[in-house]
């Protein structure tokens, strides 16, 4: 026999859900099938200054049901431990990554809050098949069209990039450990990609081709999007 039961609203709270039924039924002989679970993303927006060390309520969403991308404590053959705390972000949390990777991390929607620039900056640790694997940081402007941002070099980034793969800037090879990379975002000049927005979401791509998977991928931590601060020094000139 089977029923139909109406739950009525549901309210979702920022970040992941898991909406989970539950039946009864006295001298039941099997209790496994008592519990069915399905889970709803609900998109964050959060403000400048916004800091996530993953310890927390999961603000995060894992783009796709076939997605490497983990949280929870790592345990690879060279990333075994947290930038701070127990958890991360990553690439396969208990193994190496698989050959044709690509797989997307999508952080909350990130309110200007009246800023006239911001840092965005983390803390991140790869191994993988230099110069044929490798990570990259997309980025959408007001909701619309990712795009890859910064490159090699660039002034507005620092550790930015280490790898030119195909035209596509990225991290490849071995950070040996974790390392901090950080990027200016500028909301106020013309010549900036970021003039006149009022929100930015920030997205972690994980590629890889299709042989020689030689290492953990690629774990992430503390990411902050922090007030810009200027230099202390101030000075008159003629």
């Known amino acids: 026999d ?27 002989s099997n209790t496994y099938n008592d519990q069915k679970c399905t889970y709803s993303y609900r998109e964050a927006t959060v403000s400048i200054s916004y800091i996530e060390d993953f ?18 404590t790592p345990a690879m053959t060279n990333i075994t431990t947290a930038h701070s705390g127990t ?20 952080s909350p929607i990130v309110d200007r809050s009246g800023q ?15 110069g044929s ?9 007001d909701g619309g069209l990712w795009f890859n941002l910064g490159y090699l070099s660039d002034p507005d980034g620092t550790n930015w990039y280490n ?6 800037h990225c991290w490849s090879g071995n950070s ?23 929100t930015v979401q920030f997205r972690y791509h994980f590629f890889s081709n299709a042989s020689t998977n030689n290492g953990d991928g690629w774990a992430i931590d ?13 000075g008159v000139t003629t």
């Open 133 to 141: 694997d490798g990570g990259r940081i997309q980025v959408s402007v």
């Open 163 to 168: 790898d030119n793969i195909g035209g596509s």
């Open 87 to 106: 958890n991360v972000w990553a690439i396969d949390l208990d193994g190496n990554y698989a050959n044709g990777s690509d797989d997307y991390l999508y």
């Open 2 to 28: 089977s029923a139909v039961v109406n739950l009525g609203n549901i309210t979702l709270v920022q970040g992941q859900n898991a909406i989970c039924v539950y039946t009864t039924l006295a001298l039941d």
């Open 55 to 72: 310890e927390g309520t999961d603000l995060w969403l894992a783009d796709t049901l076939l997605n490497q991308w983990e949280r929870g």
């Open 222 to 234: 503390d990411v902050k999007v922090l007030r810009y601060q200027s230099a202390n020094d101030y």
């Open 176 to 198: 040996n450990g974790w390392v901090k990379s950080s990027y200016k975002l500028n909301f106020v000049s013309a010549m900036s990609i970021f003039f006149g927005a009022n």
């Open 116 to 130: 006239d620039s911001a840092v965005f900056e983390f803390w991140h640790y790869y191994k993988n098949q230099s």
